[in-house]
């Protein structure tokens, strides 16, 4: 630790009591690894969707203030009330941010297992990656090939083990293909090459011909855009073609996953038997696991009784999976991190350009195509 400097720069979001957001950076000391710990320097570090509902919220970008703070830059922005009503647990409390991300470990515990890493490029999953240096278990590290780049090491948990959750929900639910939104995200593309990989038939929403022609590029077969005026009739179409009746819906809000279910029942009841006033008895399952819109969801319920709608986080999903089923998601995740699972990004900046008022309000946009990489070490 002699080499090492004894404090590093941390992002951290706070929500004041006055209806302001407060994000800044601070310096904090460089903590000392206990037995089953390690120290990372933390190289690479993604803004996902799920890092942006912590560090934004339901806060005004359009109302974003800079200012600095001993040297540092801070960021202020109003909170109307509603907003604050959904965040009023986190009041006062300055909370780190980042749930990913990759490094060297450069300094650890005692153990037999935390010396192991010591030198080791490794991913990490447990929150605060937002930093120049990560103190956490061994558990939450995964060793990567020694020459592994940052960038293709950042995003190893929460994008490729979603993809593959998606696919182990699908088996043990006992469906047969998939229907995922947003999927020109890099989230997306992993799962069409997955599927494509592991045999499972995919239906693909996107949002514009732009997006089409992305998944076009990588061998998607089955893909409806959204914008198009005959998205119903395609959407339908290609339900029917792959016998789809589990979906995965980032958008969230407004009337998407209604559409999907309604897709999914009129090709279940054109393969019906027997007419039933309560429709199919084909069970069709759509999960909400992103907040793109945040707006209502909103259902037309034109898809009979034998249906569901629920949300899925992958925190809770790997608990329940059991360590078996985890440690070879992982597995995989590192034997094709460079193919598979390769993350694309389109901006890289430091953690002083996260607090730039015009790039945090270009990268809360969260468009598609478009995805952040901070280099905290500049």
Same mark, same amino acid.
């Given at each position: 630790?002699?080499d090492?400097?004894t404090?590093?720069?941390?992002?951290?979001?706070?929500?004041?009591d006055?209806?302001?957001?407060?994000?800044?950076?601070?310096?904090? #000391?460089?903590?000392?690894p206990?037995?089953?710990?390690?120290?990372?320097?933390?190289?690479?570090?993604?803004?996902?969707?799920?890092?942006? +509902?912590?560090?934004?919220?339901?806060?005004?970008?359009?109302?974003?203030?800079?200012?600095?703070?001993?040297?540092?830059?801070?960021?202020?922005?109003?909170?109307?009330a509603?907003?604050?009503?959904?965040?009023?647990?986190?009041?006062?409390?300055?909370? #780190?941010?980042?749930?990913? +991300?990759?490094?060297?470990?450069?300094?650890a515990?005692?153990?037999?297992?935390?010396?192991?890493?010591?030198?080791?490029?490794?991913?990490?999953?447990?929150?605060?990656? /937002?930093?120049?240096? !990560?103190?956490?278990?061994?558990?939450?590290?995964?060793?990567?090939?020694?020459?592994?780049?940052?960038?293709?090491?950042?995003?190893? $948990?929460?994008?490729?083990?979603?993809?593959l959750?998606?696919? @182990?929900?699908m088996?043990?639910?006992?469906? %047969?293909?998939?229907?995922?939104?947003?999927?020109?995200?890099?989230?997306?593309?992993?799962?069409? !090459?997955?599927?494509?990989?592991?045999?499972? #038939?995919?239906?693909?929403?996107?949002?514009?011909?732009?997006?089409?022609?992305?998944? @076009?590029?990588?061998?998607?077969?089955?893909?409806?855009?959204?914008?198009?005026?005959? $998205?119903?009739?395609?959407?339908?179409?290609?339900?029917?073609?792959?016998?789809?009746?589990?979906?995965?819906?980032?958008?969230?809000?407004?009337?998407? %996953?209604?559409?999907?279910?309604?897709?999914?029942?009129?090709?279940?009841?054109?393969?019906?038997?027997?007419y039933s006033?309560?429709?199919?008895?084909?069970?069709?399952?759509? /999960?909400?696991?992103?907040?793109?819109?945040?707006?209502?969801?909103?259902?037309?319920?034109? $898809?009979?009784?034998?249906?569901?709608?629920?949300?899925?986080?992958?925190?809770? $999903?790997?608990?329940?999976?059991?360590? @078996?089923?985890?440690?070879?998601?992982?597995? !995989?995740?590192?034997?094709?991190?460079?193919?598979?699972?390769? %993350?694309?990004?389109?901006?890289?900046?430091?953690?002083?350009?996260?607090?730039?008022?015009?790039?945090?309000?270009? /990268?809360?946009?969260?468009?598609?195509?478009?995805? /952040?990489?901070?280099?905290?070490?500049?």
């Amino acid at each position: 630790m002699t080499d090492l400097p004894t404090h590093g720069l941390q992002l951290l979001t706070l929500v004041r009591d006055d209806a302001t957001l407060e994000i800044s950076l601070v310096n904090q #000391p460089v903590p000392t690894p206990r037995d089953h710990e390690v120290l990372v320097e933390v190289l690479a570090t993604p803004i996902n969707p799920s890092d942006l +509902g912590l560090l934004v919220g339901a806060a005004d970008v359009s109302t974003l203030r800079a200012s600095e703070r001993d040297g540092l830059p801070v960021l202020t922005a109003d909170i109307a009330a509603p907003g604050m009503r959904a965040m009023a647990g986190r009041v006062g409390e300055a909370m #780190p941010v980042g749930n990913e +991300g990759c490094g060297v470990v450069v300094a650890a515990g005692a153990s037999p297992a935390a010396q192991a890493l010591l030198g080791k490029t490794v991913a990490l999953l447990g929150g605060a990656m /937002y930093a120049q240096y !990560r103190c956490l278990s061994v558990a939450a590290c995964m060793e990567l090939p020694d020459g592994t780049a940052p960038e293709d090491g950042a995003s190893c $948990f929460v994008n490729p083990l979603t993809a593959l959750a998606f696919t @182990e929900v699908m088996r043990a639910e006992g469906h %047969s293909a998939l229907v995922h939104t947003a999927a020109a995200s890099n989230l997306g593309q992993m799962l069409v !090459r997955i599927c494509a990989a592991d045999g499972i #038939p995919l239906v693909n929403i996107v949002r514009s011909s732009a997006q089409v022609a992305l998944l @076009e590029g990588i061998g998607a077969t089955h893909i409806v855009d959204s914008s198009a005026e005959d $998205f119903r009739s395609k959407l339908g179409a290609a339900i029917e073609a792959t016998g789809a009746t589990c979906g995965f819906d980032a958008i969230g809000g407004g009337k998407l %996953s209604g559409q999907i279910l309604a897709a999914m029942e009129v090709a279940a009841v054109k393969s019906a038997k027997t007419y039933s006033r309560y429709g199919s008895d084909t069970f069709k399952q759509v /999960y909400v696991y992103g907040m793109l819109d945040v707006g209502p969801t909103i259902l037309d319920r034109s $898809f009979g009784l034998s249906w569901a709608l629920s949300g899925f986080l992958l925190t809770p $999903f790997m608990a329940k999976a059991g360590p @078996e089923v985890v440690a070879r998601m992982r597995a !995989r995740v590192v034997a094709e991190l460079t193919t598979t699972f390769k %993350s694309h990004y389109s901006h890289n900046i430091s953690l002083h350009e996260a607090l730039d008022p015009a790039v945090l309000t270009a /990268y809360n946009a969260k468009r598609t195509g478009e995805k /952040y990489l901070i280099r905290p070490k500049g």
